[in-house]
């Protein structure tokens, strides 16, 4: 092909290579479910668009200065699709401005960031290339427009994205109101025109604490005093009045693990038996409700019973604002509070949010030590993390409250061969393969942990709470996902495999067993509240304790998404909860939930943003 033959100028061209680039992305290397026609074409339509707005800016730019503009525009607009893509493959979500702010997390990523990048991404730069070799061709390229024809070329960006706009309101009217899914926004308006509208969101959140004053706080109260589920203790108030409690935050563990086995081998033989045990209470209904913080979004469920923000981790963006966090009431009642993770202080800004929330100590990676037999994948593996805290453990003052945070079984799964005691599962998804033997490897490690436990005498005084904070393997496997369940990953499957692990070990307890409440980790703390006899009648929370007789009966999503008792709900789609199908007309059988849903969510967004708990008086 001769390019100087080419009619075309180059802006146009530019406009179509990487409009057409775009949309190969959004339909071939995101993940994202296409439901109807008018979802499909806008979703051809929204990246031309968008290409074409940003690439005719250069028509009022002198020939030289619009072949520099294309050729820049296509590189850092190329990094910022690329920048998303590598994202998604980890996380199913998009890049937001707060996660920008989390940067420094990325250092420790190590190899797991290796894995997100893949040999065909590399054609991703052709149109960078096309572009860049056309725009050496200034006087065959370049457009010497009359004014009157750069504002028509310029209009008619306008009216594409006014048209696009037009359509995503008709797909999925109020789009921009109940914005908590950004897979529809990016759907429906483009990467890029989601990136300025998650700009103008992050300036409009920013304004928030600023003019926000005592009078907000007043309906959140009422709706959280009088809405939450019960709020008089339940039968298993004290139950563990006075005992130590050891919280074991396990990475990334879903209940698709419990109970499984790769070729005749179960994979978690350990934690199998115990859910068994007469010792040990297990609410196979679950679910993690974390967001882009992750391991750190459920933490702060966990410490505060309120939601995590729709961008970003409040780890990161809101740490010094005012809370009543469980380690600081816990402080209150004589408990010494501590963290054990052997990572670094700073990730997830955890070395300034646990001094605000009342954590007495941080045993962060400068207490351990780690060498090239005892370290693989994010670090520290948990058989040596366990053992190695033991020491501190016994230094504490009872009663305490300790939280363990595992590595071992993080993305990308890595574990050496000789440690690995299960074979790899057999799919096309190697992070689905490999996640059953660092699982494997966790569940020995807990099994380790409690004969330490009981070895240095701290078992029979304490209460034992196994969580898997969020889930491990993302929308982006579910094929594979749905090969090892035998069934298809549909939407009400999606969130069926948010289930996580949730186990409450009372040594000397002759009760347990497996309970199906619908729970989650909004629940956490009233729950280990009640169990250990504290009330404290001022506090406000989202959550329910989980042996409550009366409860609210639903969890929420950050994405809107719900589990109720009856149903579930998710991208416009309402199930039945036990059976999975569809229940029509969806409005009336999920929409009263709903309206609770986006209540709460958006309740627990003003008191985050507008700092609201500075304004309350706990006491």
């Known amino acids: 092909m001769q390019f100087n033959k080419l009619s075309s100028p180059l802006f146009v061209v530019a406009s179509f290579l990487f409009g057409l680039k775009t949309y190969f992305v959004y339909r071939f290397m995101f993940d994202m479910t296409i439901e109807n026609l008018m979802q499909e074409f806008i979703l051809f339509v929204n990246p031309l668009a968008s290409a074409y707005l940003v690439f005719a800016i250069s028509v009022w730019l002198k020939p030289k200065n619009q072949m520099k503009y294309l050729r820049w525009t296509a590189v850092i607009g190329t990094i910022i699709i690329y920048l998303n893509l590598v994202f998604y493959r980890n996380f199913t979500d998009f890049i937001t401005i707060p996660v920008l702010f989390q940067g ?201 019973s309120l939601y995590p923000l729709d961008r970003g981790a409040v780890y990161f963006t809101h740490a010094q604002n005012d809370y009543h966090a469980l380690p600081e009431i816990l402080n209150r009642n004589e408990y010494e509070t501590s963290v054990f993770h052997a990572n670094n202080k700073s990730f997830w800004n955890r070395d300034v949010m646990y001094d605000n929330i009342g954590y007495d100590e941080f045993y962060g990676d400068e207490s351990y030590e780690e060498t090239p037999e005892n370290s693989f994948g994010w670090g520290l593996e948990d058989k040596a993390f366990f053992e190695q805290s033991i020491p501190y453990l016994k230094e504490q003052d009872q009663p305490f409250y300790s939280k363990f945070i595992t590595l071992t079984h993080h993305f990308p799964f890595e574990l050496p061969e000789d440690k690995a005691n299960i074979d790899k599962y057999d799919s096309g998804s190697t992070t689905l393969n490999d996640s059953f033997q660092t699982a494997r490897y966790t569940d020995e490690a807990v099994e380790e942990f409690f004969e330490e436990l009981k070895e240095a005498g701290l078992y029979e005084e304490s209460i034992i709470v196994l969580m898997g904070d969020h889930y491990g393997i993302s929308e982006f496997h579910n094929k594979a996902m749905g090969e090892f369940i035998g069934k298809e990953i549909d939407g009400y499957e999606h969130i069926q495999q948010q289930r996580v692990p949730f186990m409450i070990h009372i040594p000397g307890y002759e009760d347990g067993g497996v309970r199906d409440e619908v729970v989650g980790q909004i629940d956490v703390k009233p729950t280990l509240l009640n169990l250990l006899g504290i009330e404290d009648k001022n506090d406000l929370t989202f959550g329910t304790d989980m042996f409550a007789d009366e409860r609210k009966g639903f969890i929420a999503m950050r994405d809107g998404s719900f589990v109720s008792d009856e149903h579930i709900s998710t991208d416009g789609v309402c199930y039945e909860r036990e059976s999975g199908e569809e229940v029509e007309p969806e409005e009336e059988a999920c929409a009263p939930v709903r309206e609770k849903v986006d209540k709460e969510l958006q309740y627990s967004n003003d008191i985050i943003y507008g700092d609201l708990f500075r304004f309350y008086d706990f006491d």
């Open 104 to 304: 420094n997390n990325a250092v420790d990523l190590g190899s797991s960031l290796l894995t997100l990048i893949h040999w065909e991404d590399v054609f991703l730069i052709l149109d960078v290339i096309i572009v860049w070799i056309l725009s050496k061709k200034t006087d065959e390229m370049a457009v010497r427009f009359t004014k009157h024809a750069k504002i028509a070329a310029t209009a008619v960006t306008f009216l594409l994205l006014a048209g696009n706009v037009v359509l995503a309101e008709i797909e999925r009217p109020m789009l921009f109101v109940r914005a908590f899914d950004r897979e529809y926004l990016v759907k429906n308006i483009g990467i890029y025109n989601y990136h300025i509208y998650d700009a103008t969101m992050h300036t409009k959140t920013k304004a928030q604490r600023v003019f926000a004053d005592d009078s907000q706080i007043g309906d959140i109260e009422s709706y959280m005093k009088n809405e939450t589920g019960s709020k008089d203790p339940s039968d298993m108030f004290g139950a563990a009045e006075g005992k130590n409690v050891i919280f074991v935050s396990i990475e990334s563990f879903q209940n698709y693990l419990i109970d499984s086995e790769i070729n005749g081998t179960e994979t978690t033989p350990f934690l199998n038996d115990l859910k068994e045990g007469k010792e040990t209470i297990w609410f196979e209904n679950f679910y993690h409700q974390t967001a882009q913080g992750k391991t750190s979004d459920s933490e702060f469920i966990v410490e505060n």
